[in-house]
């Protein structure tokens, strides 16, 4: 039996690819304003919570943890996680058409490798059903059609 | 005999740097498994969200013994990758340990949450393996 998702599901993976990147990519930008943080100036870190940047990341990567939570408990870890990792083509799109970076062509290898992994994934059941001789310790929603 | 020192050396180098990678790989694929199995424990969070609010369902993924189980994994696979990151090169030890915590989570979903791993699913861990590998190039 192939589940399919719903349209709100998918709109969770979705959240799950952009809030990682854009969380890392904001973290990112606001530590190198902050500066090089070192083990002796520690206290260097709560100055970094008041970096408007540094803020933003982590209410992303809050948002990331949140909706990668949501998205395993009705999906298998190994349709999740590709999802993920697309995050990574979402970094290297941004870096060449929003930073200018130059993308090499391992990247670019790279990046459709990723997007192929994806799309093998993509096709296939997001959930396995498992027999159960208690029905009632399954998930809730395991047994609806998505 | 210097020459066998010298190698001697390099080898146990070489050791420890993809003992100190594997750990973060089987920490973080430790606190995957444990994280993906209490959420199927916990069941659909959209639905109890829809029932309790969000406070319900913060309650229901908190006072899962398995999910903080797998975040202790997680912070001790952070750890690790910062402890990693002082001793390897970045461009060596990120995507080695993210590649190999591809593969490891798609054996430990099948072996642990017993996940239907097929043809698709091993191909797009291995895809996706090589593409993280080849993004850090």
């Known amino acids: 039996m192939k589940h399919t998702l719903s349209l709100q599901q998918y709109m969770v993976l979705l959240a799950v690819m952009l809030t990682a990147s854009v969380g890392d990519t904001l973290l990112s930008h606001g530590m190198k304003q902050v500066g090089p943080v070192s083990v002796t100036h520690l206290g260097m870190l709560l100055s970094a919570m008041r970096n408007l940047w540094v803020v933003s990341g982590i209410l992303c990567l809050l948002g990331f943890f949140a909706s990668y939570l949501t998205a395993l408990s009705w999906a298998d870890l190994t349709f999740v996680l590709p999802s993920t990792a697309f995050g990574y083509v979402v970094v290297a799109l941004l870096s060449k058409f929003w930073l200018h970076e130059t993308v090499s062509p391992y990247r670019w290898a790279g990046i459709v490798l990723i997007v192929c992994g994806v799309g093998f994934v993509a096709n296939g059941p997001s959930l396995t059903l498992h027999e159960s001789k208690h029905p009632a310790e399954e998930p809730a929603a395991a047994g609806e059609a998505r | ?137």
């Open chain 2, 1 to 137: 005999m210097v020459a066998g020192a010298e190698t001697s050396v390099l080898e146990t180098g070489v050791l420890e740097t993809w003992v100190t990678i594997v750990t973060v790989a089987v920490t973080a694929v430790a606190g995957d498994v444990l994280t993906a199995g209490a959420m199927r424990r916990i069941g659909d969070l959209d639905l109890i969200r829809a029932k309790s609010g969000m406070a319900g369902a913060i309650r229901a993924v908190t006072s899962s013994p398995m999910f903080l189980m797998g975040v202790l994994s997680m912070a001790l696979s952070f750890f690790a990758l910062l402890f990693t990151l002082s001793n390897v090169e970045v461009s060596l030890a990120a995507p080695a340990s993210a590649s190999l915590t591809f593969l490891g989570n798609a054996f430990a979903a099948k072996l642990f949450l017993k996940e239907n791993v097929d043809r698709r699913r091993w191909l797009a861990a291995v895809f996706v393996c090589a593409g993280v590998f080849l993004l850090s190039k």
